[in-house]
């Protein structure tokens, strides 16, 4: 089974400081790792996304994500946080060994408070 | 630009009521799906689809079943609405294949008195 571990509910930096937002994950065969973030009272926005290739993947507005695979974690991170970064962040992942078809699963979220 | 679209931002419901969810996307994907989303417990999968007429049960099935009779539609149905299904719905699509991010609709927020 698949799952999706955010540790820290919530996540308070201060602007123009480094901002890290941890996920790690448990998948039986290969995972592909997505970063969603949700503004109030709206859908997820897609951030970036690991498949394949370099480890270091590059995304929306900024941000990145490591892929580690000995540590099975899938951390987000940006240089210099702004305000207007603060939002609710998910790690979701699907394990494609089995069915390209198989659905996200994602953790429980984190929220972000970046502080002026 | 790519997009889906549910049917309601907020709606109010009674107990008992029969509640229909749509959810329309443009992309022409394969896959749709219905998540519930409540505080501290993230996102939860209601049902999917991978195919017109085809649907597979998620993590939370229970109270609820879907309906794809077009690529395009994927309606979320409450049988009989409770008061523990007040949440917020989300509806996605994605591509097949499984590479491809799901794309999500802007939510509707149920609330059921």
């Known amino acids: 089974a698949q799952s999706v571990a955010q540790p820290e509910d919530q996540v308070n930096v201060a602007e123009g400081n480094p901002l890290t937002v941890k996920c790690t994950y448990s998948v039986s065969g290969n995972p592909y790792l997505f970063w969603y973030v949700q503004y109030p009272n709206r859908g997820l926005q897609f951030l970036l996304k690991y498949i394949t290739g370099d480890n270091l993947v590059k995304g929306s507005y900024g941000f990145e994500a490591e892929f580690n695979k000995s540590q099975t974690s899938f951390h987000l991170k940006k240089p210099s946080a702004l305000v207007s970064d603060s939002a609710l962040y998910f790690c979701?992942?699907?394990?494609?060994?089995?069915?390209?078809?198989?659905?996200?699963?994602f953790g429980k979220g984190t929220r972000l408070s970046v502080i002026a | 630009d790519v997009k889906v679209t549910q049917s309601s931002r907020y709606l109010v419901k009674r107990t008992g009521e029969k509640v229909f969810l749509e959810c329309v996307q443009d992309m022409d994907h394969e896959n749709m799906f219905w998540y519930r989303q409540d505080p501290g417990l993230g996102l939860r999968l209601i049902y999917f689809?991978?195919?017109?007429?085809?649907?597979e049960k998620g993590d939370i099935p229970e109270g609820y079943s879907v309906s794809r009779e077009k690529k395009e539609r994927f309606s979320l149905i409450l049988e009989s609405a409770s008061t523990n299904q007040t949440s917020m719905y989300l509806c996605?699509?994605?591509?097949?294949?499984?590479?491809?991010?799901?794309?999500f609709g802007q939510g509707t927020r149920l609330t059921v008195v």
């Open positions: 979701a992942v699907r394990d494609i060994t089995f069915s390209g078809n198989t659905p996200l699963v």
């Open positions: 689809s991978y195919d017109v007429k085809m649907k």
């Open positions: 996605a699509s994605s591509l097949t294949g499984g590479f491809g991010e799901a794309f």
